[in-house]
């Protein structure tokens, strides 16, 4: 089961580039579906996006007639109903996150928490569906014309021969765990309005603790050795391992820890953080955008044309910032819940590098650890193209030590948790843990409030996600330094690769021309990078 595991992600990512905008066009055939041009004339403003709760046993039909078709004489027969079909699917993930994003905006909503929920529990059952399909397809006597790359792409469906993980067992884990996490949900949400928090907190690290239990079992069942390893392929496709992990929060550790705890007792101090507007936050990524134009001026015109963000402040809103792609609409949209400081700035930004990224490729097709440097790189090129930065770079600087340090931390805590089994994997086992591994990588502080980690929510819904912030930190700040060496070169790099096809970290960054974070001093020459600014 281990080496059918690699295409999961990729093939639920490529899907959505393929198929994309199909309820806003007339029915055409799948070829013209991808040559489509993205233009203001398609924008649908965000406002007039209507949810539909999706229909399971509308999909499971059109799933069963797609199959059905797979042996068809004549491949316009399957190639109509595969139309049909990734319609419906397109649409259920689409509504999916309008719920989603409804949601968020007011956790208090209990229709939107239904809805999402509601989504949320057929969405095993959609993941498992467009699996077993593609193995059908590996076996259908189309699969010749599949493969060429008007469709997937040349020997797409090698990985699809044989036996499909998504089996009855392995889809009732994952129900479970889904259920598990809609608890967490739910507690949050509790949050806003109780008070009784504390038994909140310690039911969401036992919480915790049973997922870790869980994810465990899934891995077994899989035929890993590891829920790490089994992480690093089903969800993430990484292209290194865990045990480079391992050696790179050593480096961390080695070489920017001690800077870490010199700049949080000194820099901190010195940094002036203002009230910042929803206004001005919208105007400094406006401002950056038109100053870098081409894609980015591009993408931000459709934002701003269609309203695809929402970055006002409810004491509502879930307590974070994201970005999706609303697939039957070709459109990013933006949620973000600001602090009223202008590290909203940044924080805009960020979530506007994925937007670009998504725009650009009509729903980004690459994973994790790529992503987030067009994210994270969006936010040190800022620096370049506003007027007035300077307090805002060193803010930034700060914030990217962090970064490495704290992100770096909760992986180092993610690595250790997920190897406690048995008695020993408990709530109060875990809080003491996370305690542990604050204090060693410098930050005692938020190591003394140890519940502190049931508010990390990465390590509820995206288990072994963390680590993307700090290898990607490390390429988006490259993308610092060239600029920094040569007017417009970071720009430049960035921009290239927007639309980028290679999937794979260490893969982008070789296509890229960048280093790759696991390269022999490269964490010192970050080292050295920060020392120059906030020394």
């Not at 593609?134 to 020997?155: K, Q």
């Not at 390429?475 to 927007?498: D, P, R, S, V, W």
Request: net charge negative.
């Amino acid at each position: 089961m281990k080496t059918q595991l690699n295409r999961l992600i990729a093939l639920l990512l490529c899907l959505c580039m393929l198929l994309s905008g199909c309820n806003l066009l007339e029915k055409t055939g799948l070829l013209d579906l991808m040559n489509r041009v993205q233009t203001e004339a398609y924008a649908v403003p965000y406002a007039d996006m209507e949810y539909v709760r999706p229909d399971p046993d509308a999909i499971q039909t059109a799933l069963d007639t797609c199959i059905e078709s797979a042996d068809a004489e004549d491949f316009s027969v399957l190639e109509e109903n595969l139309y049909a079909y990734m319609t419906l699917y397109h649409d259920f993930y689409t509504n999916y996150s309008l719920a989603d994003i409804r949601y968020c905006c007011d956790m208090t909503d209990i229709y939107w928490t239904d809805e999402y929920n509601y989504c949320l529990e057929y969405s095993n059952q959609v993941s498992a569906g467009i699996d077993q399909l593609m193995y059908v397809l590996a076996d259908s006597p189309h699969r010749e014309i599949l493969e060429t790359e008007e469709y997937y792409g040349e020997d797409y469906f090698d990985d699809y021969e044989g036996e499909s993980i998504w089996d009855k067992t392995f889809t009732a884990l994952m129900d479970e765990e889904t259920l598990l996490i809609t608890e967490y949900y739910d507690l949050s949400s509790q949050l806003v309005y109780s008070t009784d928090t504390d038994t909140i907190y310690t039911r969401m690290a036992d919480l915790l603790a049973e997922l870790i239990a869980l994810r465990q079992r899934i891995a077994a069942y899989t035929g890993y050795e590891s829920f790490h390893h089994f992480a690093y392929d089903f969800y993430y496709a990484r292209d290194y391992s865990p045990k480079q992990e391992a050696e790179y929060l050593q480096q961390v550790k080695q070489e920017l820890v001690p800077l870490y705890e010199q700049i949080s007792h000194t820099a901190n101090s010195d940094l002036q953080i203002d009230y910042s507007g929803e206004k001005a936050t919208y105007a400094y990524v406006r401002e950056m955008a038109q100053a870098m134009g081409g894609t980015v001026k591009d993408a931000f015109d459709l934002m701003d044309i269609a309203g695809l963000y929402d970055i006002t402040y409810s004491e509502n809103k879930y307590n974070a910032s994201f970005e999706v792609y609303l697939t039957s609409y070709d459109e990013p949209f933006i949620f973000m819940n600001p602090t009223g400081t202008t590290n909203d700035h940044l924080t805009f930004a960020h979530e506007f590098g994925h937007f670009c990224n998504d725009y650009a490729s009509y729903g980004s097709s690459v994973g994790t650890d790529v992503a987030e440097i067009f994210s994270q790189g969006m936010e040190y090129l800022s620096l370049f193209y506003c007027e007035d930065t300077e307090m805002l770079t060193k803010i930034k600087m700060v914030d990217s030590l962090s970064v490495f340090v704290e992100q770096s931390a909760y992986a180092e805590f993610e690595r250790r948790a997920y190897a406690l089994k048995g008695d020993a994997l408990t709530g109060e086992n875990l809080t003491t843990l996370f305690g542990d591994v604050a204090m060693e990588f410098g930050f005692g502080d938020l190591g003394a409030n140890k519940i502190f980690f049931t508010q990390i929510t990465h390590f509820y819904t995206n288990p072994m996600y963390v680590f993307s912030y700090v290898v990607s930190n490390d390429a988006a700040l490259q993308l610092y330094q060239l600029e920094q060496t040569e007017a417009g070169a970071g720009l430049t790099a960035l921009e290239a690769n927007l639309a980028t096809t290679e999937t794979t970290f260490l893969a982008f960054l070789q296509s890229a021309e960048l280093e790759s974070p696991f390269a022999d001093g490269r964490v010192k020459s970050i080292r050295a990078t920060f020392e120059d600014i906030l020394k």
